[in-house]
C-alpha cells in the first residue's frame, strides 16, 4: 500500500476513470465514452502494477522479458 501511495497521479488517474466511466453510464453515454474510461483506469492500474513490481516473472509482456521467446 505505501508502495502504492508515492505514485499519486498513477491513482489519481485510476479514480477519474473509474468516475468518469460511472458518469457515462448513470447518464447514459455512447460507449465509445465508457471505453475511454476503462481504458483510461485499467491503463494506469497496469502501468502501476509494473512500477510496483507486482507482475509475475513468466509474464511475457514484461519489460525484462519482451523479445524474448
Same mark, same amino acid.
Given at each position: 500500500?505505501? #508502495? ?12 477519474? #476513470?473509474?468516475? #468518469? ?45 519482451? #523479445?524474448?521467446?
Amino acid at each position: 500500500m505505501r #508502495g502504492a501511495l508515492r505514485h499519486p497521479l498513477h491513482l489519481l488517474a485510476i479514480a477519474a #476513470g473509474m468516475v #468518469g466511466f460511472a458518469v457515462a453510464y448513470w447518464t447514459a453515454k455512447g460507449d465509445t465514452l465508457l471505453v475511454g474510461a476503462l481504458g483510461l483506469a485499467f491503463m494506469s492500474a497496469i502501468d502501476l502494477a509494473r512500477r510496483l513490481g507486482l507482475e509475475p516473472p513468466d509474464d511475457p509482456a514484461a519489460p525484462r522479458n519482451r #523479445g524474448k521467446t
